[in-house]
């Protein structure tokens, strides 16, 4: 349940051949540390990544946990896809809300994220794809550093051997 599928350092070196290949038609993106940095910042050709996935036909929407609107709307709104916040992962209420939205099946859809305990665990509870991108800032706060290394030590426990 807490392994993920596939591991990325960042999203956007995800392409659309690894997509098809794993018979992948839909992306539900986490927002925090995954879209952008802890300022806000995006991550570096977020957009063309966008452009050119939504060309091949990819649909893609957002389910951060975030439960500041105005923050996931602005990144939804600055790469035209639709959105869907506080959605609560790993729970399964925030993420079915998002197939209703791109209208796919969950085993056609990859749920990306930074968290084990969020992203992974909710798309492997839907039966989605699970991709585990690495955070693109470093934690500021000591619970966020806890976090991380709880996620290192179970990391280490799913690993391929
Ligand atoms: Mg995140």
Redesign the pocket.
């Known amino acids: 349940m807490l392994k993920p599928k596939a591991r990325f350092d960042k999203i956007t070196d995800i392409d659309a051949k690894f997509l098809k290949d794993n018979n992948i038609n839909a992306l539900i993106l ?5 879209l952008i940095d802890m300022d806000k910042r995006p991550l570096e050709n977020l957009e063309k990544w966008i452009e050119n996935l939504k060309k091949q036909n990819i649909k893609i929407c957002i389910a ?2 975030s439960i500041r609107k105005g923050k996931v709307r602005n990144v939804a709104k600055k790469l035209d896809i639709p959105f869907i916040y506080f959605s609560t992962k790993p729970l399964k209420r925030g993420l079915k809300k998002a197939l209703e939205i791109i209208q796919e099946n969950p085993e056609n859809v990859a749920e990306i ?3 084990l305990f ?2 992974v665990w909710g798309a492997n509870r839907l039966k989605m794809f699970s991709i585990l991108t690495k ?1 693109i800032s470093p934690e500021k706060t000591k619970l966020g550093e806890i976090k991380r290394k709880i996620e290192k030590i179970f990391l280490e426990k799913t690993k391929d051997n």
């Open positions: 986490d927002v925090d540390n995954t951060s946990n994220g930074d968290q969020t992203d955070p």
